[in-house]
């Protein structure tokens, strides 16, 4: 250990108690930086989990243009070609195909418009969940024809239960008139309320000749096994797809299926910027009063050490040394404490029975569970350091600006 | 006496005075602001989450809140419109609607959407319909054909002012019932959802439409002060069959944002405690050091018999005085920095999706009220004189001896 570091270590504990606030002040925001962000990452993550494994799917291959119009006459004419190529792909998990049409669905004495959405049902239980979630009745069988699937709060709106008969009626690929009679087989319960209210399901073959879709699909939806690999599967198909000049095809990841859940988060992230950026402005501002009082106490001290002729840089070294050790030390404990926190409640769940009603929407239950990552356990604290450092500079500045005369001559 | 002695001690030394104050000024600012801006989102939220047919209060048929059917429709509002008329405060506006789940297409396109029939003078004062067309014109009363589309709708059907869109219903009679209406005007609203899922016709076209004589779907009255909606929802529901009635507040209507609200304020509390206590730290650090530096001082005063309570009552005065003055300061800040802000507003225009996603606008107006600040001065004011409570014990031990040993 140097001369001066040995100096530094010695200063700071030359207060003990003014050195103990300090770090607590140091380590208080970088444990709660460390929670709030594990806490937040932790529900997006659920929030995308469920919202991608319900229905959207992590990619989907559409024709050019539908997603923004939803026209039923942007198709993808032979699923099955590009179905090999999905294939040809290990990280995809699996596939399936699906076609929508808006259309009237009523029952004896109830009507509502709704997306009315053909799903083969093997493949659609591979990539969504609502086969687990149906609540009455059952899951479609293979060889099914005029059966649906319907959310639990149509069928409230609509009034009907399983064997209930209904009618829909839409507008076929061609324009013309799509009319058919099908009778509920499961009423399933997703806990997205606005899903539960607004979705029927039906074989894709009946689909196919009720709407006259001549064997096209409008979407292939994939889901892979994280999130992770989403990226590396939208480059191989984009590539894959365009060698085989598809043109009118497009790859959609989650991302751009769920812009207002992305950017739902985004908009969390950044207010929440605001909360923690104003908070470590307040320890930052504790901590240079603290510093900038802690020179000015030794101002008559640097003073003798000037004139005993020790450079103004050593001496502007020193404090920051001092100013840099506690600010560590401080960060370390705090990431330590924070993660331990952290981890704990990540074992145990956060009981939010006060906010289920919200959580719902975003399909989580009551509990919470942060989620501990290299990413949670650094950005925040790492802030803290940066900007506790740069507090630290102005009292540093300072010494190195002192006259040793008017120095020793203060109180 | 003790106040003219710590008013003088305080500016001693200014310059550590004015470090105490700057941290206590920072933290009153932050909470200012922060309490401004969250609540500044919030009313962004209700306010579009009212705006959007809801309003203060509504009046349906009991059973249409489980089943929003045209069969569910209260046929026959005189006797409403009656106790309405002997129940509401001064500056309470109200109309009524007729709202029906409907399938609408034109040759291309078509979708779900609900269809309100409404009054095309009293909506106006009501909702965010009347300051929101953008193209064309808004709805005539006596129009029957006439509907307003919403621009995202508009878009996505390919179609134009003028042109006609197809309006599939069930009737009242259980008929399904189709018309064709033309295109008048075209609606922005704050959320994109809203564009979509709303189309407006007038209540006699509606009731043409629905084979219906005189019936409604629901009546929303707003009134010019929060804090009397309960008590007129209360009033109403006296006056009312509550068996065939159901009189709510928008908190019933929207019980998401009426949790939100609350979640939200617990939060505000949490995170109150937290900034306080990040402020604290520094409160307490540089009040010790003032009382380290002048323990000659104290020394000297318990020397001259002084006992220890009149020590710690001058510390802590003293910290009161520094407190009020960061409080007074911060405050100012925080007002001045809310009023920055008022013209412009904070612009979430890169999230726009995002903030849609929440029901807020794409602007956050920052919002001070009265509540909010004595709020916060009150966390700070006792707070503050807790921490300092510890400084000023520390200064009623110093003895004589040690004293004398610096």
Not at chain 1, 130 to 156: C, F, H, M, N, T
Not at chain 1, 377 to 397: D, K, Q, R, S
Not at chain 2, 196 to 216: D, S, Y
């Amino acid at each position: 250990m140097s001369t001066d570091m040995k100096m530094a270590f010695r200063n700071i504990w030359r207060s003990p108690v003014r050195t103990i606030l300090t770090l607590s002040a140091i380590a208080f925001a970088a444990i709660i930086l460390v929670f709030m962000v594990s806490f937040q990452l932790g529900s997006y993550e659920i929030m995308v989990n469920s919202s991608v494994k319900i229905y959207t799917g992590h990619i989907r291959i559409q024709a050019e243009g539908y997603r923004e119009k939803r026209n039923m006459r942007f198709v993808i004419s032979s699923p099955e070609r590009i179905a090999k190529t999905v294939e040809k792909i290990e990280e995809i998990k699996s596939y399936s195909f699906r076609a929508n049409g808006f259309s009237l669905v009523s029952s004896e004495n109830r009507a509502r418009g709704v997306l009315v959405t053909g799903i083969d049902p093997e493949g659609e239980a591979e990539i969504s969940t609502i086969s687990g979630l149906i609540r009455k009745g059952e899951y479609l069988a293979p060889g099914d024809r005029d059966k649906v699937l319907i959310g639990r709060l149509l069928a409230r709106n609509l009034k009907v239960g399983i064997n209930d008969e209904l009618t829909i009626l839409g507008q076929g690929k061609d324009g013309s008139i799509a009319a058919g009679i099908v009778t509920v087989k499961g009423i399933f319960s997703s806990g997205i309320d606005d899903f539960d209210r607004s979705t029927v399901q039906v074989p894709l073959s009946y689909f196919n000749d009720l709407f006259y879709m001549d064997g096209a699909v409008h979407e292939i939806v994939c889901t892979a096994d994280s999130l992770f690999d989403v990226n590396k599967i939208k480059r191989l198909l984009k590539a894959n797809l365009s060698e085989k000049k598809q043109k009118k095809v497009v790859v959609l990841d989650w991302k751009e299926l769920l812009p207002g859940l992305v950017q739902g988060i985004q908009l969390d992230l950044a207010s929440a910027a605001i909360f923690y950026f104003i908070l470590v402005l307040v320890v930052a501002f504790s901590i240079l009063n603290t510093f900038l009082m802690a020179i000015l106490e030794r101002t008559k001290e640097f003073g003798v050490m000037l004139a005993l002729g020790v450079k103004p840089n050593r001496l502007f070294k020193l404090v920051l040394m001092e100013s840099s050790f506690l600010t560590l030390t401080g960060v370390i404990t705090g990431v330590v404490v924070g993660c331990a926190i952290t981890f704990w409640f990540q074992t145990h769940g956060i009981d939010l029975a006060g906010a289920s009603e919200i959580l719902k929407e975003y399909g989580m239950s009551g509990i919470v569970y942060p989620k501990l990552s290299i990413v949670s356990a650094l950005a925040g604290p790492l802030l803290v350091f940066v900007i506790t450092i740069c507090a630290a500079l102005y009292p540093a500045f300072k010494v190195k600006k002192l006259v040793p005369v008017d120095a020793i001559r203060s109180i | 006496m003790y106040f003219q002695l710590a008013w003088r001690n305080i500016w001693r030394n200014p310059r550590r005075t004015f470090v105490i104050i700057s941290a206590v000024v920072i933290g009153v600012w932050s909470m200012v602001f922060l309490s401004a801006f969250s609540h500044g989102m919030l009313a962004s939220m209700l306010d579009n989450g009212k705006s959007v047919l809801i309003g203060d209060i509504q009046i349906h048929n009991k059973k249409y809140r489980i089943d929003p059917s045209i069969d569910n429709s209260m046929d026959n509002p005189d006797k409403i419109r009656a106790v309405l008329d002997k129940t509401l405060p001064q500056g309470a506006v109200l109309t009524e609607r007729i709202k029906v789940s409907t399938y609408v297409s034109n040759a291309r396109h078509s979708t779900g959407a609900v269809l309100v029939g409404i009054d095309p003078e009293n909506e106006k004062k009501i909702s965010f319909l009347g300051k929101s067309i953008t193209k064309g014109e808004y709805l005539d009363k006596k129009d029957m054909r006439g509907i307003l589309v919403g621009k995202a709708l508009l878009e996505k059907f390919d179609t134009a002012i003028g042109k006609k869109l197809i309006i599939m219903a069930r009737d009242k009679k259980g008929k399904v019932a189709s018309k064709a209406f033309r295109i008048r005007g075209v609606f922005n609203a704050e959320m994109e959802a809203t564009e979509k899922q709303f189309l407006f016709i007038t209540m006699t076209g509606a009731r043409k439409l629905l084979n219906m004589e005189k019936g409604i779907s629901e009546i929303s009255i707003v009134l010019n002060s929060e804090p009397m909606v309960e008590k007129t929802a209360a009033e109403i529901k006296n006056r009312l069959d509550t068996e065939l009635f159901a009189v709510e507040t928008w908190k019933d209507l929207l019980p998401m944002l009426k949790a939100y609200v609350e979640i939200f304020n617990g939060f505000m509390y949490i995170w109150y405690v937290v900034v306080f206590v990040a402020m604290g730290f520094g409160i307490v650090n540089t009040s010790l050091m003032a009382v380290f530096e002048r323990v000659r001082e104290f020394g000297l005063l318990r020397a001259l018999g002084l006992k220890p309570w009149p020590v710690i009552r001058s510390v802590l005065t003293e910290s009161i005085f520094i407190l009020l003055i960061g409080i007074i300061a911060g405050n100012l800040l925080g007002y001045v920095s809310v009023l920055l802000m008022k013209d412009n507003g904070l612009d979430l225009a890169m999230f726009g999706k995002g903030s849609e996603f929440f029901g807020m606008s794409r602007v956050i107006y920052p919002i001070l009220t009265m509540f909010d600040v004595m709020n916060v001065n009150l966390v700070i004011f006792f707070l503050g004189a807790v921490v300092s409570l510890y400084p000023a014990f520390r200064a009623s031990r110093i003895t004589p001896v040690e004293a004398m040993r610096q």
